[in-house]
């Protein structure tokens, strides 16, 4: 059969992986020059970064499987993480139970609730009761206000911006759950990191790819799919061609701006799915900047809602002299930063950054890389199992694979993976997941 695969990320790589290896003729299009989509890279000292930062979880057992099956397993190490919690202008740990017991900002017997319903949270099987209330609802319920103003609502503000209150508590316990099944022996968390960065598994997918026969189609840019008499036609700038089925990987507004002849209660379906952007600083520092991995910050005037100090985590001499570190903010794309220009953008964050960390000096930056997404998170809201989209699609042959279809879990590229063989799946294409 032809396939057409949209998209070059790990759902991309996914399905052109096990579409080739059943002798299926493969055509990927990547409008960008790479693989990886969301999780490429971009060049650092004698190696590569990850362009937007990444960890995986001990459960990500997707991510595992094809770390194994592309013979990089060796690469991968498990690092303790650190976190970090920024309230009205202080730092306090918060890694650990005992972090959350001794965190003064919230009263006493607060600390004991938030960590007690934590605990039942891990414990927790379903989520069917949880779709009707919204995360908010659900944390006031179950750890009371004070832990909700000062620890969850800035939280949930700086990863979903104005839409915050419409995220559904689903969300909220799978990210809980997700986290507390990634603990090190010694309480903390441990996460997973691959040397020299993540693209490289999609890369080596690639390089099998095109052994068995799958063809890339770099700096190709999707515009119209539609069927003819002949099949599903994909075209793009330079060319057109027809394909027995093409499966869709990037965002659903995407998808929608280019998938022609869907019936209008489909689309206006379709189209309630909403989404947050990204914009990532990626700097590279003469000097650490932060005591933490990953350092949360609430702010609400601080440009970012998080400093990623990459090397608190996982450090490499091939980073050479600098210091990779991410200032990371989550927005709605019609915010200021999304369209700011690069200098503007890049001298607000670091005032934000010299706020925070008043040792911090401008001539540590040696380095500096900005990226944005406008698709980076989709916001999930009450009875999300009811709006998650179909892989089937109302066109003959054309099929959705992306990240508005992972629920209940957070989206992530082990997710992407799994989406991507369980639609394979639904194909009768493979007989079970990697994983
Ligand atoms: C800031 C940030 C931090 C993250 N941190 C983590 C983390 O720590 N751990 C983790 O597991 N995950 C993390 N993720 C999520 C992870 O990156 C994604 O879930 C995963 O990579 C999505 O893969 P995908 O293939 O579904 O989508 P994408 O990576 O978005 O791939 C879609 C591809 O389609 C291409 N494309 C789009 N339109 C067209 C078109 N018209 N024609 C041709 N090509 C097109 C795009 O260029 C892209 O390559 C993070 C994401 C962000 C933004």
Known sequence: MRYAIIGGGAAGCALAWHLTQNGHQVVVYERWNGLGGLASEIPFGKTSLDRFYHHIFTSDRHVLAFAEMTGLSDKLRWCDSSVGFEHQGKLYPFTTPKDLLTFSPLPFLSRFRVGLAVLRMRRRESYADLESVTAEDFIIREMGESAYRVLWEPLLRSKFGDSYREVSAVWFWGKIKLRGGTRSKKGGESLGYMKDGWAQIYQRMGEAIQRRGGEFRFREIVKRVSRTP???????????????????TPSIPSFLEIAEGLPEDYR?????????????????????????????VTHPESPFVAVIDHTRLFDDPDYGESRPVYLSRYLDADHPYYSMRQPELIDTFLDGLEKIFPRFSRDWVETVEASKAEFAQPVIGLHYSKQKPAFT??????????????????????YALKTAEELLLELGEIKRLSA
């Open 268 to 296: 206006s379906q379709l189209g309630r799915v909403r989404y947050q952007a990204n914009v990532c600083l990626a700097l590279g520092l003469k000097h650490a900047i932060s005591p933490y991995y990953w350092l949360n």
């Open 393 to 414: 699609t109302p066109i003959e042959g054309l099929y959705l694979c992306t990240m508005a279809q992972i629920y209940p879990e957070d989206r992530g590229m082990n």
């Open 230 to 248: 002949e099949g599903l036609s994909v075209k793009t700038r330079s060319s057109e061609d027809v394909y027995d089925r093409v499966i869709s």
